[in-house]
T-cell receptor
Framework: NAGVTQTPKFQVLKTGQSMTLQCAQDMNHEYMSWYRQDPGMGLRLIHYSVGAGITDQGEVPNGYNVSRSTTEDFPLRLLSAAPSQTSVYFC???????????FGQGTRLTVV | KQEVTQIPAALSVPEGENLVLNCSFTDSAIYNLQWFRQDPGKGLTSLLLIQSSQREQTSGRLNASLDKSSGRSTLYIAASQPGDSATYLCAVHYGNNRLAFGKGNQVVVIP
């Protein structure tokens, strides 16, 4: 098993550009989520999914969209990048309710 | 809103000493608590998961305790080694596998 795979690892965007951060897991996990990690702020939940076709907002959802058409994939879309979205983004997955969460290696995004 | 606090934010210990890392949370209605390790520029590695019905969980040199009623968890690392140098993150599960994180304990083990 590859676990949770995030691509790309690094990305630089210009203000106003859009992009999609990819997250895939091969563990047949039902639950997936996106977090951002900023210095001094810790990790904060952006969006999460409890299964294919079901998503919901987390603590900081503005400026981000998600969809979950398959169990394996949970992409995060930035619609119009802003410097405030410069951060490290982590994807996580869990097999079922209240079980151990596993994280990807992160995507370091810089918006200039 | 669930608030998670980790104290101290940073600490240095000589090799061989036991490490004690503290985590507190404001809402005792949690499903479980998970400790992670993060190395600089890397992702999060799961260390231990403590179910809300458990009092402690052990893995090798690591032992984590949980006191839901007082909103506290402690991670003990026995006989610390330089390879234990990292940031340790505490996270509480508060429903639908959502996690609320503390800001971490940055640990340096001095050889």
């Amino acid at each position: 098993n590859a676990g949770v795979t995030q691509t790309p690892k690094f990305q630089v965007l210009k203000t106003g550009q859009s992009m999609t951060l990819q997250c895939a897991q091969d563990m047949n996990h039902e639950y997936m989520s996106w977090y951002r990690q900023d210095p001094g702020m810790g990790l904060r939940l952006i969006h999460y999914s409890v299964g294919a076709g079901i998503t919901d907002q987390g603590e900081v959802p503005n400026g981000y969209n998600v969809s979950r058409s398959t169990t394996e994939d949970f992409p995060l879309r930035l619609l119009s990048a802003a410097p405030s979205q410069t951060s490290v983004y982590f994807c996580a997955s869990s097999y079922s309710l209240n079980t151990e969460a596993f994280f990807g290696q992160g995507t370091r995004l810089t918006v200039v | 809103k669930q608030e998670v606090t980790q104290i101290p934010a940073a600490l240095s210990v000589p090799e061989g000493e036991n490490l004690v890392l503290n985590c507190s949370f404001t809402d005792s209605a949690i499903y479980n608590l998970q400790w992670f390790r993060q190395d600089p520029g890397k992702g999060l590695t799961s260390l231990l998961l403590i179910q809300s019905s458990q009092r402690e969980q052990t893995s090798g040199r690591l032992n984590a305790s949980l006191d839901k009623s007082s909103g506290r968890s402690t991670l003990y690392i026995a006989a610390s080694q330089p390879g234990d140098s990292a940031t340790y993150l505490c996270a509480v599960h508060y429903g639908n596998n959502r996690l609320a994180f503390g800001k971490g304990n940055q640990v340096v083990v001095i050889p």
